[in-house]
């Protein structure tokens, strides 16, 4: 069986999720599937070089030419959401052309379609109906949702109203929906989309590769020059509207007089110049920023703090799930989230003892929670341990990973049944 699989990003490209689309390939690989794999330029935390430009970095073949990688050539990523849309658009162009012509993918059984960029599954579908073959959605991101909870459209715009005619037509068109949340599916059932199309698969984490790590094993406090005494407070992600990072600097801000607290950001995004810049101008001297780190390193990054961090800003809850939620229980680390009330993320944290619980954009109570945790060390032990218990019994990757085999091989076996 063949799939064919469009992607916004993938390696040797760095971004959020990067692990997840390396766990589920080599689980359809290891399950007897071919992939082609059809994806942009690589852009997002590699250097951008001509030598991708050359024609034999631009098609790879691994797994004994099991899985084929197209690459087609785009200009480097912008920071504007202008330029962003710019590309995407070009970026489906291209994946229509190659989905279509390029001879790899003519005898392909099922097409694997990512959200990002937000109109690829409609230029999935449009594929789809051409070739004749079923498609999977893969639904990381809502959109036209996050547009708005991030502020860079409202309700009923213009905007807005071509993202859910072009959100419907995905919907509709589309033969599985896999969403990574029970909030994702309440969403889209919401919009008229059936139950019976939509399956819940929560993004996992990979429990043999990201562990907790003591203190004195942890190698990055020294390539990093931080103290081992000190109580940390680290948010590694993307430094963008969605995340909220103003809060962070905020809490920072109103704690500089707890000399033993320290607040650590790896991360890179649109913001990262207009943040570090406030924290110049504010004088916040207990925050320290740091790169996006590998994921090899995650298990470093997140053993750092006491505590790490998990945020949105309001609204964004019901079009979001962090998969880092799991990386953080995963190394043992407790949580402390400012996330929307009344959403999944919520009943995970609270109920499973895992973490403390505030309300997106409260700061007031936010920085009451790190104060709380700084004073009850033990607490955080113990949400810590509670976490890496519930990512063993619930969230491994062979869990997450034979879940979307079995979602291809049905959608595959329904559609030859249904010729």
Request: charge should be positive; aromatic fraction near 12%.
């Amino acid at each position: 069986m063949k799939v064919l699989a469009f992607f916004g990003y993938y390696k040797p490209e760095i971004f959020s999720s990067s692990y997840i689309v390396d766990n589920y390939i080599e689980a359809f690989l290891y399950s007897n599937f071919s992939v082609v794999i059809i994806a942009p330029t690589p852009t997002r935390g590699v250097n951008y070089s001509l030598r991708f430009f050359k024609k034999r970095l631009r098609y790879e073949t691994s797994h004994e030419g099991q899985l084929c990688v197209y690459r087609f050539l785009l200009m480097k990523e912008g920071r504007s959401s202008l330029s962003r849309g710019f590309r995407y658009c070009l970026s489906c162009i291209m994946y229509f052309f190659y989905g279509l012509f390029l001879k790899n993918v003519s005898a392909s059984d099922l097409l694997f379609v990512d959200s990002t960029p937000p109109i690829l599954g409609a230029v999935g579908v449009l594929v789809k109906k051409i070739r004749r073959i079923p498609m999977v959605y893969n639904l990381q991101d809502i959109f036209p949702d996050s547009l708005v909870a991030t502020g860079l459209t409202r309700k009923e715009s213009l905007l807005w109203r071509i993202g859910r005619v072009i959100e419907n037509f995905t919907y509709r068109n589309a033969d599985k929906i896999i969403v990574i949340s029970q909030d994702f599916k309440k969403n889209i059932m919401n919009k008229g989309v059936p139950e019976s199309k939509i399956e819940v698969i929560y993004n996992w984490v990979d429990e043999k590769a990201v562990v907790p790590i003591s203190r004195n094993d942890n190698k990055l406090f020294d390539e990093l020059g931080l103290s081992r005494d000190l109580f940390y407070v680290v948010y590694a992600g993307n430094l963008g509207h969605a995340q909220n990072i103003e809060l962070v600097i905020e809490a920072a801000r109103n704690l500089m007089d707890y000399e033993t607290i320290r607040f650590i950001v790896f991360g890179s995004g649109g913001l990262e110049k207009e943040l570090k810049r406030k924290i110049s101008n504010l004088k916040i001297n207990n925050l320290l920023f740091f790169p996006i780190q590998n994921y090899d390193k995650t298990s470093e990054v997140y053993s750092i703090g006491n505590i790490a961090i998990v945020s949105c800003k309001q609204g964004l809850g019901t079009s979001a799930m962090p998969s880092k939620t799991w990386s953080i229980m995963s190394t043992g680390t407790a949580i402390l989230a400012n996330f929307d009330i009344d959403t999944e993320l919520q009943n995970i944290i609270e109920g499973q003892k895992v973490g403390l619980f505030t309300e997106a954009g409260d700061i007031d109570k936010f920085v009451e929670a790190i104060l709380y945790l700084y004073r009850n060390p033990n607490k955080c032990d113990e949400y810590g341990i509670n976490g890496r218990n519930f990512i063993l019994n619930n969230l491994t990757r062979e869990i997450g990973t034979s879940k979307y085999v079995e979602v291809l091989e049905s959608v595959i076996r329904n559609n030859n049944i249904n010729k």
